[in-house]
């Protein structure tokens, strides 16, 4: 059974950065490009970005470059999501997400794994 | 930039009735990126349909996605007591993501 599984909760200063973890388990991590989506508090969902574990190769939503750094270590089955310079309105649920497209499973183009969400709360 | 506008926002209804949902795009999109997710208060988000069309593995087949172009539905034929939740749909093209607003639907 695939899953992914989230590091815990975080309350950052205004300034600071934080690094979110998501561990993949029970599938080959390096096929599938793992996203990142955060969720403010009761609003919507918003795609920050993706990395593709196999290159190291990195896509950004414009929103976010210059500020999110999303790196993997595949010796792991990890992949990381760093956010900095954070401000209040960065305060949100942070969930990693599979990429269900794959070059042996070319057919689900969406987010089929979801991590659990790690909270990020941005407070002086 | 797509954009994607769901509609209505609000959806009240009583079990074992029929939810129609919409997601309108901006301009027209490829069908083989707009998904549908699920979310009900607490979890992540559940991937319900795929292609526009197909449903992910495990989902009940109450639950249907149509659509082309510009204009998608997710479609509940009947709805159980599980289901009271936000629907978003969600596109992939041209290096950006985009998910719609979301929809609630709720007990009536």
């Known amino acids: 059974q695939v899953q992914l599984v989230q590091s815990g909760a975080e309350v950052k200063q205004p300034g600071a950065s934080v690094k979110v973890s998501c561990k993949a388990s029970g599938d080959t991590f390096s096929d599938y490009h793992m996203n990142w989506v955060r969720q403010a508090p009761g609003q919507g969902l918003e795609w920050m970005g993706f990395i593709n574990p196999n290159t190291g190769g990195t896509h950004y939503a414009q929103k976010f470059q210059g500020r999110v750094t999303m790196t993997r270590d595949t010796s792991i089955s990890t992949a990381f999501m760093d956010l900095s310079s954070l401000k209040s309105d960065d305060t949100a649920v942070y969930y990693c997400?599979?990429?269900?497209?794959?070059?042996?499973?070319?057919?689900?183009?969406?987010?089929?794994?979801w991590g659990q969400g790690t909270m990020v709360t941005v407070s002086s | 930039e797509i954009v994607l506008t769901q509609s209505p926002g609000t959806l009240s209804l009583s079990p074992g009735e029929r939810a129609t949902l919409s997601c309108r795009a901006s301009q027209s999109v490829s069908s083989d990126y707009l998904a549908w997710y699920q979310q009900k208060p607490g979890p992540a988000p559940r991937l319900l349909i795929y292609g526009a069309s197909s449903r992910a593995s495990g989902i009940p087949d109450r639950f249907s996605g149509s659509g082309s172009g510009t204009d998608f539905t997710l479609t509940i034929t009947r709805l159980e007591p599980e289901d009271f939740a936000v629907y978003y749909c969600?596109?992939?093209?041209?290096?950006?993501?985009?998910f719609g607003g979301g929809t609630k639907v709720e007990i009536k």
């Open positions: 997400a599979r990429w269900g497209e794959s070059s042996s499973s070319p057919y689900i183009k969406a987010f089929d794994i």
């Open positions: 969600q596109y992939y093209g041209s290096s950006v993501l985009t």
